[in-house]
């Protein structure tokens, strides 16, 4: 059991990991800090924390596990608002949807104590942001994956697996990298896609004709679209490079489908869909998005 979790950031992620600890009985009292001051007094009202600090390193002082819940373009000035309170016996981590930017920011941030950071990405959310919606049972049979580093030190990789499996995770290790080009093709992407596509319809005359007439199909393509901007602002900006890889790869399909088209060719057209269909059916998604 830790004393005391220090949490950087009281919303839906960070607020649902303070509930599931406490749930799981890992933790004993957690102290939160929030860039808005109300968001703070909300969770302390909601039984998220207990604590509320007035700073992200008095949130840290004390604590022997911290996470990390920021926006991934604050990590850099939180790791350093922190640093001095850090110790080598601490676990800090993130849920951060990128890790190559993450790690960076960390290795800026925190320098010789960059050692106790294991960066983590917990495969869950919701649509809805906010304390309000934490959710102690969020991180349940999903996947979290973990990107240590060479500096990372190895008994806080091991508190750091023991934690996300105690609270039912299923645990991946890979590196940065490797994890954001992944998750440009599987997750980056496909949230831009689903945007655009909104914009695309919005921007029509009969947008409003059109929408009035969706179906289920629409609804679950266009679901992610209603994510936090904020949030993905920073995802799409911190993984540009990979996510413009895969724009691009999603482009030539595209126009090899207008190809097709434009052309006529309907045995063609039929087996490219055909390849699409075996492969979405032969798909088994091993956590929620």
């Known amino acids: 059991m830790f004393e005391q979790l220090g949490l950087i950031g009281c919303g839906l992620m960070g607020g649902s990991f303070a509930l599931a600890l406490k749930k799981a009985g890992l933790v004993k009292r957690v102290v939160g800090y929030s860039k808005s001051p109300t968001t703070t007094e909300r969770a302390r009202l909601l039984g998220v924390i207990d604590v509320e600090a007035p700073s992200a390193l008095l949130a840290v002082s004390g604590a022997d596990i911290v996470l990390v819940a920021v926006p991934v373009s604050a990590s850099e000035a939180t790791f350093k608002s922190i640093k001095h309170m850090v110790t080598p016996q601490m676990l800090i981590m993130d849920v951060g949807s990128t890790k190559g930017e993450v790690v960076r920011a960390a290795e800026r941030g925190l320098r010789e104590q960059i050692g106790s950071f294991v960066p983590a990405h917990p495969i869950a959310g919701k649509e809805m942001a906010g304390v309000e919606h934490a959710d102690a049972d969020l ?3 999903k996947q979290v994956i973990l990107t240590p580093v060479e500096r990372t030190l190895q008994a806080q990789v091991r508190q750091a697996v ?3 499996t105690a609270l039912g995770c299923k645990l991946v290790q890979m590196s940065p990298e490797s994890h954001d080009a992944a998750f440009a093709a599987v997750s980056h992407l496909p949230h831009l896609l689903s945007f655009a596509l909104m914009n695309a319809i919005i921007g029509q005359p009969g947008a409003k004709e059109f929408l009035a007439l969706a179906g289920p199909g629409f609804r679950d393509f266009s679901r992610i679209a209603a994510s936090d901007p904020k949030v993905w602002r920073d995802i799409f900006l911190t993984n540009k490079d990979e996510l413009l890889l895969q724009s691009r790869a999603f482009q030539a399909q595209l126009l090899a489908f207008e190809t097709l088209l434009l052309n006529g060719d309907a045995q063609a057209l039929e087996d490219q869909i055909a ?15």
């Open 162 to 164: 023991e934690v996300w």
């Open 275 to 289: 390849q699409a269909s075996a492969s979405r059916s032969q798909w088994r998604m091993n956590a929620c998005d």
């Open 139 to 141: 991180y349940q049979d």
